[in-house]
């Protein structure tokens, strides 16, 4: 505490100083007893975040309340597991990790205002959150005025890069791309349908989807349909489906929604095992609320499923379920979110210290060996390469791999020829 | 006309003195900014909760749209500081530079017409006042003419509250849709964002509000206010003597609006952010129980219904993520089920009538509140 006071009488120039003599001991203390004893406090922590000689404070930022709960508690979940796992481990720089938890409630503002406080009173090192664009796009002001850190787990539109944020999902190219590389040549598709709901996520994507379908694949998209979000009426959108008979029906329709549209596609007699149908919005999390029966043999596409067949999934898929039951099912964004702490963790080791700014540069280049989809980097632009999976859905809920890309996939929020 | 020879009564007086002494020096000497900040988030709400004391306590008119007017001057403001943040520097990245962010996600390649005029100030705060008192006037017009009124008016103002919403997140190339406008930084040059900035909009907001009060309690005090709670109590009465009750209604409807849409600027500026949920039917419905938990009969119970609300809802929420909406619920029942009259009308039955004999066995001479047959309470 006077440790900070102290701080604030400083000159900037002499705060420089003794930043520049503390990062040197920590430096040359690192490699060889970072087991033995945890670095001071003074020297891995120069910006007077909440950070103590035994513990670092953390802040988890989603909706625990409100119509994006039902989304967003398996993020809370995998986080607080990868927390867990992360303290029994020894901790971070030898401290153990706290978090606050605070709730977004599905609204906006509300978001702004809890990162604001995690950042300002709380002072918390990173801030593990948010899951719609629109509650990102809230806080991104928040994290970069006040310089916090904030890992991000949904799959999105990309159009973004910040020096405060890791995108631990994917970005639109990196979700969509592959896949319908995969569907064109696999199913010889040329005509596509797209269904969204009418958000930026969903209008981002497809018009990234239209491009290479239109100037990669050759192929035509015969229609483009947009429904509000919470809408339940899709019969007008499969009449016209019935009509122009697409090769692939592609949709990035979001939420409760899906509940009804893949209901009424079934009521009107269109069968999935015929007509292709790929998606890029369904995860595990969805068809627990769909019901497996009226979506089996649909395409999703991902980058890990539930029921992905490696040593670090197998290890995830067991812990996750001792700690919260065993009828959770995990998404996509799931384990996205439980890559969050894990790779900050690796950062701040990394940097050798818990200052944003050493972190934000020390990010690029690290990597994550044990992500339950499998090994993981960060890039340049802090998004991570990962690789597109195709799982096609199955009666019981769950996903069955059918395609994978060979090699990780570089992330490119800002699409040149896509935009 | 005993009552309208003195501004305040005297209780009134002890309400605007503690009022004006808790928000223009206790608060900001005690409070960090970050919580300064909440504060002047929540007295946004405090604007809207004025207005519908006039409007509902003293009008009798229910409205369950006043997010519609909230949003509208909100959106007014964050159109001004979107086009202000959205310089060509600024926005460099995009396919097209110079226009709002979100417009350029649309695939929108030029400024629309309407947001042009925004480019300009004064524009910009004679927009937040008159769209919204036009909007109103005519809704106003169209209801209370044709004599609608009650439940219909009421549900008729939702219905306004739903369909705007569906239309600003519809439109999201030129409204910003579901996420509304963020990332909101400087108001002619002069960054918003910043501890100091906070400090100055706050006062700025307090001295609007103090403004707004002024004009409620003049408002309340002339024949006007008679009127409106005349109409309220027997509205048959009031026509039969000659009064014209659709316009009195209209007028009571239109201020009640403008003071919305003061609060929904003053958010944008202190928040840094305006979006569709502020518009809504929850968040009318929201405002509304501000201004019922604190009392719909007074000015400055409505006013302390919408800080004290708030503050339970951040600090709940802040110490109960996951349940904290339930003791909310509870606390709203307890409020209405124990005290119909809100928070002011408690005041008014426990504590008031002991600092009266407090002051009363002082004096010895209790002939001062002769005419504390509230203006606002109905008459029973």
Same mark, same amino acid.
């Given at each position: 505490?006077?440790?900070?006071?102290?701080?604030?009488?400083?000159?900037?120039?002499?705060?420089?100083?003794?930043?520049?003599?503390?990062?040197?001991?920590?430096?040359?203390?690192?490699?060889?007893?970072?087991?033995?004893?945890?670095?001071?406090?003074?020297?891995?922590?120069?910006?007077?975040?909440?950070?103590?000689?035994?513990?670092?404070?953390?802040?988890?930022?989603?909706?625990?309340?409100?119509?994006?709960?039902?989304?967003?508690?398996?993020?809370?979940?995998?986080?607080?597991?990868?927390?867990?796992?992360?303290?029994?481990?020894?901790?971070?720089?030898?401290?153990?990790?706290?978090?606050?938890?605070?709730?977004?409630?599905?609204?906006?503002?509300?978001?702004?205002?809890?990162?604001?406080?995690?950042?300002?009173?709380?002072?918390?090192?990173?801030?593990?959150?948010?899951?719609?664009?629109?509650?990102?796009?809230?806080?991104?002001?928040?994290?970069?005025?006040?310089?916090?850190?904030?890992?991000?787990?949904?799959?999105?539109?990309?159009?973004?890069?910040?020096?405060?944020?890791?995108?631990?999902?994917?970005?639109?190219?990196?979700?969509?791309?592959?896949?319908?590389?995969?569907?064109?040549?696999?199913?010889?598709?040329?005509?596509?349908?797209?269904?969204?709901?009418?958000?930026?996520?969903?209008?981002?994507?497809?018009?990234?989807?239209?491009?290479?379908?239109?100037?990669?694949?050759?192929?035509?998209?015969?229609?483009?349909?947009?429904?509000?979000?919470?809408?339940?009426?899709?019969?007008?959108?499969?009449?016209?489906?019935?009509?122009?008979?697409?090769?692939?029906?592609?949709?990035?329709?979001?939420?409760?929604?899906?509940?009804?549209?893949?209901?009424?596609?079934?009521?009107?007699?269109?069968?999935?095992?015929?007509?292709?149908?790929?998606?890029?919005?369904?995860?595990?999390?969805?068809?627990?609320?769909?019901?497996?029966?009226?979506?089996?043999?649909?395409?999703?596409?991902?980058?890990?499923?539930?029921?992905?067949?490696?040593?670090?999934?197998?290890?995830?898929? @067991?812990?996750?379920? +001792?700690?919260?039951? %065993? &009828?959770?099912?995990?998404? !996509? $964004?799931?384990?996205? /979110?439980?890559?969050? @702490?894990?790779?900050? +963790?690796?950062?701040? %080791? &990394?940097?050798?210290?818990? !200052? $944003?700014?050493?972190? /934000?540069?020390?990010? @690029?280049?690290?990597?994550?060996?044990?992500?339950?989809?499998?090994?993981?980097?960060?890039?340049?632009?802090?998004?991570?390469?990962?690789?597109?999976?195709?799982?096609?859905?199955?009666?019981?809920?769950?996903?069955?791999?059918?395609?994978?890309?060979?090699?990780?996939?570089?992330?490119?929020?800002?699409?040149?020829?896509?935009? | 006309?005993?009552?309208?020879?003195?501004?305040?009564?005297?209780?009134?007086?002890?309400?605007?003195?503690?009022?004006?002494?808790?928000?223009?020096?206790?608060?900001?000497?005690?409070?960090?900014?970050?919580?300064?900040?909440?504060?002047?988030?929540?007295?946004?709400?405090?604007?809207?909760?004025?207005?519908?004391?006039?409007?509902?306590?003293?009008?009798?008119?229910?409205?369950?749209?006043?997010?519609?007017?909230?949003?509208?001057?909100?959106?007014?403001?964050?159109?001004?500081?979107?086009?202000?943040?959205?310089?060509?520097?600024?926005?460099?990245?995009?396919?097209?530079?110079?226009?709002?962010?979100?417009?350029?996600?649309?695939?929108?390649?030029?400024?629309?017409?309407?947001?042009?005029?925004?480019?300009?100030?004064?524009?910009?705060?004679?927009?937040?006042?008159?769209?919204?008192?036009?909007?109103?006037?005519?809704?106003?017009?169209?209801?209370?003419?044709?004599?609608?009124?009650?439940?219909?008016?009421?549900?008729?103002?939702?219905?306004?509250?739903?369909?705007?919403?569906?239309?600003?997140?519809?439109?999201?190339?030129?409204?910003?849709?579901?996420?509304?406008?963020?990332?909101?930084?400087?108001?002619?040059?002069?960054?918003?964002?910043?501890?100091?900035?906070?400090?100055?909009?706050?006062?700025?907001?307090?001295?609007?509000?103090?403004?707004?009060?002024?004009?409620?309690?003049?408002?309340?005090?002339?024949?006007?206010?008679?009127?409106?709670?005349?109409?309220?109590?027997?509205?048959?009465?009031?026509?039969?003597?000659?009064?014209?009750?659709?316009?009195?209604?209209?007028?009571?409807?239109?201020?009640?609006?403008?003071?919305?849409?003061?609060?929904?600027?003053?958010?944008?500026?202190?928040?840094?952010?305006?979006?569709?949920?502020?518009?809504?039917?929850?968040?009318?419905?929201?405002?509304?129980?501000?201004?019922?938990?604190?009392?719909?009969?007074?000015?400055?119970?409505?006013?302390?219904?919408?800080?004290?609300?708030?503050?339970?809802?951040?600090?709940?929420?802040?110490?109960?993520?996951?349940?904290?909406?339930?003791?909310?619920?509870?606390?709203?029942?307890?409020?209405?089920?124990?005290?119909?009259?809100?928070?002011?009308?408690?005041?008014?039955?426990?504590?008031?009538?002991?600092?009266?004999?407090?002051?009363?066995?002082?004096?010895?001479?209790?002939?001062?509140?002769?005419?504390?047959?509230?203006?606002?309470?109905?008459?029973?």
């Amino acid at each position: 505490m006077s440790d900070e006071a102290n701080k604030g009488l400083l000159s900037p120039l002499r705060r420089k100083l003794l930043m520049g003599m503390a990062a040197v001991p920590a430096m040359t203390m690192l490699p060889r007893a970072s087991f033995a004893q945890a670095p001071a406090t003074s020297a891995v922590n120069t910006t007077g975040l909440a950070v103590t000689d035994t513990e670092v404070t953390v802040g988890i930022l989603h909706s625990a309340t409100g119509t994006m709960a039902i989304s967003e508690t398996g993020s809370i979940e995998a986080e607080k597991l990868a927390i867990e796992q992360i303290n029994a481990a020894g901790g971070v720089l030898g401290r153990k990790i706290k978090f606050i938890q605070e709730d977004g409630a599905s609204d906006w503002p509300t978001f702004a205002e809890k990162a604001k406080k995690l950042l300002v009173n709380d002072k918390v090192a990173a801030i593990m959150g948010c899951w719609t664009s629109a509650s990102r796009k809230a806080v991104l002001p928040v994290v970069e005025q006040y310089n916090g850190m904030l890992y991000y787990p949904t799959f999105y539109e990309g159009l973004e890069q910040s020096k405060n944020v890791i995108y631990t999902g994917q970005e639109a190219t990196q979700q969509i791309l592959a896949g319908l590389n995969w569907i064109a040549k696999e199913k010889g598709a040329k005509s596509f349908f797209f269904i969204g709901s009418d958000y930026i996520w969903p209008r981002t994507s497809n018009k990234i989807a239209r491009k290479h379908v239109e100037n990669v694949l050759k192929g035509k998209v015969v229609g483009e349909e947009y429904y509000p979000l919470g809408n339940t009426q899709f019969n007008s959108v499969i009449n016209k489906i019935k009509l122009t008979k697409p090769d692939v029906i592609f949709t990035d329709v979001v939420g409760g929604s899906n509940v009804a549209f893949y209901k009424q596609l079934k009521a009107a007699g269109i069968d999935l095992s015929k007509q292709a149908l790929l998606t890029i919005s369904v995860t595990e999390d969805e068809i627990d609320g769909i019901g497996g029966e009226n979506i089996a043999g649909a395409y999703a596409c991902m980058k890990y499923f539930q029921s992905l067949d490696n040593p670090n999934n197998k290890a995830f898929v @067991p812990a996750f379920k +001792k700690m919260w039951g %065993e &009828k959770t099912v995990i998404g !996509d $964004v799931t384990q996205a /979110a439980y890559l969050g @702490p894990w790779l900050w +963790k690796l950062t701040v %080791e &990394k940097a050798g210290s818990f !200052d $944003v700014d050493k972190i /934000a540069a020390a990010s @690029p280049g690290v990597e994550f060996k044990g992500a339950p989809e499998g090994y993981v980097r960060i890039h340049e632009n802090h998004h991570l390469w990962s690789k597109t999976r195709v799982g096609r859905a199955k009666l019981d809920g769950q996903f069955e791999l059918i395609y994978e890309t060979a090699d990780l996939v570089e992330p490119d929020p800002f699409p040149k020829g896509y935009q | 006309m005993i009552i309208t020879s003195r501004f305040f009564n005297r209780s009134e007086l002890m309400g605007f003195i503690a009022l004006a002494a808790v928000l223009f020096v206790i608060l900001p000497l005690t409070l960090d900014v970050f919580r300064l900040n909440l504060v002047a988030k929540y007295l946004t709400y405090a604007f809207v909760a004025l207005g519908l004391v006039l409007c509902w306590g003293y009008g009798g008119i229910l409205s369950l749209g006043q997010g519609v007017f909230f949003g509208l001057g909100g959106y007014c403001m964050a159109m001004f500081l979107k086009l202000e943040a959205s310089s060509v520097e600024n926005t460099k990245i995009q396919s097209t530079p110079g226009i709002p962010d979100f417009m350029d996600w649309n695939q929108i390649t030029s400024l629309p017409l309407f947001w042009q005029p925004f480019h300009s100030l004064a524009f910009t705060i004679l927009a937040i006042i008159l769209v919204p008192g036009l909007f109103a006037l005519i809704i106003g017009t169209a209801m209370f003419k044709r004599r609608v009124g009650g439940t219909y008016f009421a549900i008729i103002t939702q219905a306004v509250a739903a369909i705007l919403t569906i239309l600003i997140v519809g439109q999201q190339g030129y409204t910003g849709g579901i996420n509304g406008m963020t990332d909101l930084r400087t108001l002619k040059g002069w960054d918003i964002r910043p501890d100091h900035a906070k400090i100055v909009l706050y006062f700025v907001e307090v001295v609007l509000l103090f403004a707004c009060i002024g004009i409620a309690q003049f408002i309340r005090l002339t024949k006007l206010g008679r009127i409106l709670v005349a109409m309220r109590e027997q509205e048959d009465r009031v026509r039969f003597s000659g009064y014209s009750v659709a316009n009195f209604k209209i007028f009571a409807f239109c201020m009640a609006a403008v003071f919305a849409a003061i609060g929904g600027a003053t958010f944008a500026l202190n928040v840094g952010f305006m979006s569709p949920s502020f518009v809504g039917i929850v968040p009318s419905i929201e405002m509304v129980i501000y201004t019922a938990v604190g009392g719909r009969m007074s000015i400055f119970g409505a006013i302390w219904g919408a800080i004290l609300v708030n503050f339970a809802k951040t600090s709940l929420s802040e110490s109960f993520p996951q349940l904290w909406l339930f003791g909310l619920g509870a606390l709203f029942i307890a409020v209405v089920l124990a005290f119909p009259n809100g928070l002011s009308g408690l005041w008014a039955d426990y504590v008031q009538p002991r600092i009266d004999r407090l002051f009363a066995s002082r004096k010895a001479k209790p002939g001062w509140n002769d005419n504390s047959v509230a203006d606002g309470a109905p008459a029973e």
